[in-house]
Each structure stands twice: as C-alpha cells, then as structure tokens.
T-cell receptor
C-alpha cells in the first residue's frame, strides 16, 4: 500500500564507490523528484521528471545521474561517492507539474565513510 | 534561485496554546503554497496547501496567505505534544519551471 517507496532505507559505503537508490510510486502521478536533505535539515531539489522527461536538473555534480524507465519509477545513481554526499535523499511524486503537493518516500540515509 | 524564509526556532509553546509559524517568499508569481510537517528521522508529510489569499482551515490547523505581502502562515490551535516537529513551508517557484522549493523549517516544541 506504500504510495512512494524507495530502497534502500540506509546506505553506508566508502568514498569512491558507486551506488544506486531506487524509487517507485503507485499513485499514478506524472511527476517524480529527488530531493536532498543535508545535516542542517535543508531540503533541496535535485531533479524532476515529468512523464519520463527530465524537467529540472539543478546544479548537481554530474556524478549524480537520474533515470526514469517509466513514469512510476525514478532511480538515482551516484558515481565516485564523496564525503559531502552524505545526506538523506528523498524521492517524491506529484499529480502533475506546476506546484502540486508532493508525496514523499521514507528517505534513504546515505553515509559515505 | 528565489528564497523561502522561516524562523528557525525552536519555537516553544505550552500544551493547549496556539502555535504560530510564519514564512515569507520572494517569488511574486508564486501560486501554490504548502505546509509540511517532519518528525525527526521521518519524511515530510503534507499538512495544508493553500492557493488563494485568505484563510483555510482544516481541523486544528489554519493556513493564512497574503500574496501582496508575500507571506504565508500556519496556526495550530490547541497545540499537543504530538505536534512537536519541524514545519516546512514550501512554495512553487514560477520563474523556474514551477519547482517547489522549501524553507529551512521551524522547529516546534509543545511543552506538556
């Protein structure tokens, strides 16, 4: 019944590794997002897809690459992980584009050592 | 990028009191405004959305919007200890693909 689900919940890895986070929504929404919440709890948008099309690509290192195989899935792959990548990454979805309410997944806490 | 500002708090209120949370935003074209609640270690959950000037009430929560002054507020009546959380104000940034941007959040503590 989970509306927006992301895996894994926790991810601990070493610098230089490559990792992926998966997200799926069963709400039938057209738009999906990745947000990053840093240690100061500030929530910042990274990417957004609308019907599998990339709409927003914020100033994010190109080590981060989103992929949307279909409108219900949005994955995030991170290459060459750095200490500063440690944060909580939230996937979210919304009914459509243009300021609709966001529904968040439970988050993935990434720790890079 | 346009900004959304909130008092970081912490804001402490006694149980049963009214908690007042404020938010200002810089994008004059913004049309969608949201309040999210985030408990420690959890994901943000939507409490209220408001799109028109004035007040919108939902149970103990009232959102107030004043587009001319570019502020939106959230009132929580009869505050309960379970309301203790961080409250995030979010606004759509019209000048940049209508993306939703968040304020830094206000930490609320309701004292029994």
């Amino acid at each position: 019944d989970t509306a927006v689900s992301q895996t894994p919940k926790y991810l601990v890895t070493q610098m230089g590794n490559d990792k992926s986070i998966k997200c799926e929504q069963n709400l039938g929404h057209d738009t999906m997002y990745w947000y990053k919440q840093d240690s100061k709890k500030f929530l910042k948008i990274m990417f957004s897809y609308n019907n599998k099309e990339l709409i927003i690509n914020e100033t994010v290192p190109n080590r981060f690459s989103p992929k949307s195989p279909d409108k219900a899935h949005l994955n995030l792959h991170i290459n060459s992980l750095e200490l500063g990548d440690s944060a909580v990454y939230f996937c979210a979805s919304s009914q459509d584009w243009g300021g609709s309410p966001l529904h968040f997944g439970n988050g993935t806490r990434l720790t890079v050592t | 990028q346009k900004e959304v500002e909130q008092n970081s708090g912490p804001l402490s209120v006694p149980e049963g009191a009214i908690a007042s949370l404020n938010c200002t935003y810089s994008d004059r074209g913004s049309q969608s405004f949201f309040w999210y609640r985030q408990y420690s270690g959890k994901s943000p959950e939507l409490i209220m959305s408001i799109y028109s000037n004035g007040d919108k009430e939902d149970g103990r929560f009232t959102a107030q919007l004043n587009k001319a002054s570019q502020y939106v507020s959230l009132l929580i009546r009869d505050s309960q200890p379970s309301d203790s959380a961080t409250y995030l104000c979010a606004v759509n940034e019209v000048t940049s693909y209508d993306k939703v941007i968040f304020g830094p959040g206000t930490s609320l503590s309701v004292i029994p």
